[in-house]
Nanobody, 123 residues
Framework: VQLQASGGGLVQAGGSLRLSCAAS????????MGWFRQAPGKERDFVAA????????DYSDSVRGRFTISRDNAKNTMNLYMNSLKSEDTAVYYC?????????????????WGQGTQVTVSS
């Protein structure tokens, strides 16, 4: 699976952004999908994940209630809608795909990664 993340940018605190991840290659619907983020000097952290069917989602405590993950298997795309952005959301955001049997809140549960897209929130 090849993944291409897009949609990052500069936004003021309290604003919104939508990140997109386009997939190509193997059957998109055969994988769970996730978003992770990495700030300078920090580890890559879990943000949100969605099951292969889209029926189940997970969020980190820091984004729950502000971010929404979705996928469209017919279009091979996944989105992350980010609202009420805070300065601490500033990071490079990565989309990822992993086998359905793996732990989707764990970075080790993913074998395919996109190139990352920068999100900068100014306070």
């Amino acid at each position: 699976v090849q993944l291409q993340a897009s949609g990052g940018g500069l936004v003021q605190a309290g604003g919104s952004l939508r990140l997109s991840c386009a997939a190509s290659g193997r059957t998109f619907g055969g994988y769970h999908m996730g978003w992770f983020r990495q700030a300078p000097g920090k580890e890559r952290d879990f943000v949100a994940a969605i099951s292969w069917s889209g029926s189940s989602t997970d969020y980190s405590d820091s984004v729950r209630g502000r971010f929404t993950i979705s996928r469209d298997n017919a279009k091979n795309t996944m989105n992350l809608y980010m609202n009420s952005l805070k300065s601490e959301d500033t990071a490079v955001y990565y989309c990822a795909a992993g086998p359905i049997w793996a732990q989707r809140m764990d970075v080790m549960g993913y074998g395919y990664w996109g190139q990352g897209t920068q999100v900068t929130v100014s306070s």
